[in-house]
């Protein structure tokens, strides 16, 4: 490990993806949007294209959220370091599954979920500026069945209400998955191996 860890801006507001960037030493500060990570600015649009496949989605929301906060690093007048933004998104039967709207859905896509394998993507993309670099990380998870119990009892914990396919792998909905193939940090929100990759490879980063 590096004495001197990287500093950088973090284009997230997930306490998840903060504590994975402090579990491998780097250096950040939150660089906040207007209307939050997923929020209003009208240039972080993350409706999806039409036929737009998941992979092609999730990377570009990637960069562009990369995008957006270099921009605010320079309208700003802040230090020029790089920022690291990230998605993720579930895709299941071939559609894209972000957060839930409301508990209705949190409890539509759970029971969607139930008994059956999804994968979980998550895209990361650095900018400093003059470069911009993206990796993604793609996961299979199965989940056991759940009974409606099961599903009603973890929408009213709250737990799935900001969370990509209505669950936190970190947090209660741990004892619903059978199997996971991939990256246990990707499906939390932030892959490692890729993010300590970017960081090394193409901004000279040493972790």
Same mark, same amino acid.
């Given at each position: 490990m590096s004495s001197n860890p990287p500093r950088i801006y973090l284009a997230s507001t997930s306490p998840r993806r903060r504590e994975l960037l402090r579990q491998i030493g780097v250096h950040f500060e939150v660089l906040t949007?207007?209307?939050? #990570?997923?929020g209003d600015d009208a240039d972080v649009d993350e409706t999806p294209l039409p036929n737009e496949a998941v992979e092609h989605y999730? #990377?570009?929301?990637?960069?562009?959220?990369?995008?957006?906060? %270099?921009?605010?690093?320079? %309208?700003?007048? !802040?230090?020029?370091r790089p920022?690291?933004?990230?998605?993720?998104?579930?895709? !299941?039967?071939?559609e894209i599954i972000g957060k839930p709207r409301d508990m209705a859905d949190a409890r539509a896509i759970l029971g969607r979920l139930s008994g059956r394998s999804h994968r979980v993507l998550t895209a990361i993309a650095i900018s400093d500026g003059t470069h911009i670099r993206s990796s993604l990380s793609v996961s299979d998870v199965r989940f056991r069945i759940l009974s409606e119990d099961d599903i009603r009892h973890y929408v009213l914990s709250g737990e799935p209400m900001d969370k990509a396919g209505a669950y936190g792998i970190q947090g209660k909905a741990a004892i619903f998955i059978e199997e996971i193939r991939g990256s246990y940090s990707s499906i939390m929100g932030?892959? !490692?191996? #890729?993010?300590?990759?970017? !960081? #090394?490879d193409g901004f000279g980063y040493a972790l």
């Open positions: 949007f207007r209307g939050g #990570e997923r999730v #990377e570009r929301v990637a960069l562009t959220k990369a995008e957006a906060g %270099w921009r605010r690093v320079h %309208w700003r007048k !802040l230090p020029r920022v690291l933004a990230a998605d993720t998104t579930l895709e !299941l039967d071939g932030l892959p !490692l191996f #890729e993010t300590a990759q970017l !960081l #090394e």
